[in-house]
Structures are given as C-alpha cells and as structure tokens.
C-alpha cells in the first residue's frame, strides 16, 4: 500500500510540475490555462486564450516539457536496469559509452544529410550504441571480466566516441552545423516537437514494459547469475534481452535530446531509497522520480539565463554531481 500511495503521490506531482513548468517564462499563462487549452485540443470546450497563447502553450512548452519527462524516465530505467545487471552502483547508460555511441550514430546521420527525420536518427543511434556497448563488453572481456572492468572499458569506450564524434562534426559540418550538433551534444530539449515526444513515449513505454516483465529475474541478479541460473533464470537470454532495450531507449532519446548525464546514474538510488531494492517497486518510482526531475532541470536550463539557453546536460551535471555525493555517504553510513 505504501508502494502504491506513492506512485499516486509521484504521478500527481508530475501533473502539477508539467502544467507549472509550462507557466514558467516571458509569455504570462496560468495553470488554469494550461489545462483548458489541452481540453480544448481532447474537444472539451473552449479555452478562450489568444491564438499566440494556444502556440505557446501546445506547440512550444507542452510538447517540449512531455519530452523532458518522457527522456528524465527513460534514463533513469535505463540506468535502474544497468546497476541491476552488472550489480555495479556506477552503471548508467552515460558511463558504460552507450550515450556516447548513440551521439556518434546521430551525429553521423546528422552530417552525412540522411532524410528521414526523427526515425533516422533513432536508426543511427541506434546502431552507435549497439557498436559502443558491444565494443565495451569486448574490452572488458579481454581485460578479464567483472563488473569492476565493465564501467572501466565504460570510460575508455566514452572517451573514444566522443573523440569520434568530436571529429566528425569538425571535419563534416559547416560552422552554423557545428555550432548547433555541439549544442545538443550536451543535451538539448529546445527543438522538442510532438513527432520526437510520440516516438520517445513509445519506445519509453515498451521499454518500461518489458523490464517490468523480468523484475523477478532483475531480484535474482541481485546475488549474482550463478545464483539467478539456480533459480531458474535464463541469464543469458534475460540479460540480451534487457541490454538491447536498454541500447534501444537510450538510443532513441539520445536522437530526440542529446546526451544527457547523471540522470541514470542518480535517480535509481534515490528512489531505491523511497521503495527498496524490488525493481516491480524500484522501475515505476525510478521512472516517475526521473521524469519530474528533468522536467524541473529543463526548466531551470531555459529560464535562468533567458535569452539564453544552458544545454541540459549541464544543469544535470551541476546537480548530479553533489547529489551522487551524498548518496554515496549515506550508503556509507549505513555500511
């Protein structure tokens, strides 16, 4: 019961943080209004706002604030899921190279001029995480396995990558291109449209889906795959099968918003702290705790220095950091 009060409790806040967060900046809207222009766009009346006001509200802040919850969400499954497998506090989709990969993968699409779009640029980073992770897992194989090794060919993969892409965008793209791929490198929600936030919602939604159809064998992986197999577990075919869907959504968000950090690192210990190790409890609050956050840092990231726009991944960075900090001491203080 405690579980579900939560979930209702964290799935009202986030309706109340999107429709404030919507409110927040130049223009003057209202909560209120908020609400009765998407009841107005669901045919439930008449909001009565100025036609700028309705842009505003649905063309430009609502679709970019859903993208925020839905990536916060997806990263923050995405890291639950990485921590579980390789039973490893560090994992998360940023320091094992797999957002790295996935900006390579965009990245390329981006300067090679492929159409097609959002689903192009999922296709590519797709495809770059695929390769950076299956590069991670062969370094760590060679340097004698363990999870310790993994996060450690982690890093090297990540600076690899981002050399990688470093290079392509400053060989390939013109100034104005650079300048932008830069830009949403370190993680940028302001070209947020309803096609990106449709996209990333499914695949968030499958991806979410799934995991929670393995939570007893993400338990089991808790003590290890000797004891998972004992168990019952196929490791082999579980673990595939969740690292691909990892791969998948992060890729996907990755092509929508950028390479966002700490966001899988941090929130699957802080809701790890509200509900316990039970990932059929850990995934909803992970998720739930994740979305409202990136809700509130994207916020912060395009009204503190209006005009101007921080990238996202800063702002994660700035409060990532002190956050893991003192998680990590009172991990220690419990041990």
């Known amino acids: 019961m405690r579980s579900v009060a939560l979930s209702l409790a964290g799935l009202l806040l986030l309706a109340l943080s999107i429709a404030v967060a919507i409110t927040i900046g130049p223009a003057e809207i209202a909560v209120g209004d908020v609400y009765a222009v998407v009841g107005q766009q669901l045919g439930l009346g008449d909001a009565g706002l100025s036609r700028i006001q309705e842009g505003i509200v649905w063309d430009l802040r ?3 604030t859903l993208l925020a919850a839905v990536c916060g969400a997806g990263l923050a499954i995405c890291g639950a899921i990485l921590q579980s497998l390789l039973r490893n506090p560090l994992a998360d989709p940023f320091v094992l190279g797999i957002s790295s990969g996935a900006s390579t993968g965009a990245v390329l699409v981006i300067v090679a001029g492929v159409g097609g779009g959002a689903i192009a640029l999922s296709t590519g980073a797709f495809a770059g995480a695929l390769v950076a992770f299956g590069l991670v897992l062969a370094l760590a194989a060679v340097s004698g396995g363990g999870t310790d090794r993994v996060v450690l060919a982690g890093v090297a993969g990540t600076q690899l990558f981002m050399a990688v892409t470093t290079f392509l965008v400053f060989s390939s793209a013109d100034a104005e291109q650079t300048r932008g791929v830069l830009f949403w490198l370190l ?3 302001g070209g947020a449209d309803w096609q990106d936030v449709a996209l ?3 695949v968030c939604a499958l991806g979410l ?9 993400l338990d089991a992986f808790a003590f290890g795959e000797d004891a998972a197999g004992a168990l019952g577990i196929s490791v082999a075919r579980v673990r595939a099968l969740l690292l691909v869907v990892t791969a998948l959504l992060t890729a996907t968000l990755v092509s929508a918003a950028g390479a966002i950090g700490f966001v899988g690192l941090v929130l699957p210990h802080a809701a790890r702290l509200l509900v316990g190790p039970g990932h059929r409890r850990l995934l909803p609050a992970t998720a739930i705790a994740g979305a409202i956050f990136l809700v509130w840092v994207d916020t912060a990231a395009r009204t503190l220095f209006e ?3 921080l990238p996202v991944g800063v702002v994660t960075a700035l409060i990532g950091v002190p956050a893991f900090a003192a998680i990590l001491a009172q991990r220690g203080r419990r041990t």
């Open 187 to 189: 993680g940028s929600l």
């Open 209 to 217: 889906a799934l995991c929670l159809s393995q939570s007893a064998a």
């Open 307 to 309: 005009p101007q726009e």
């Open 62 to 64: 609502l679709p970019r």
């Open 200 to 202: 990333c919602g499914a």
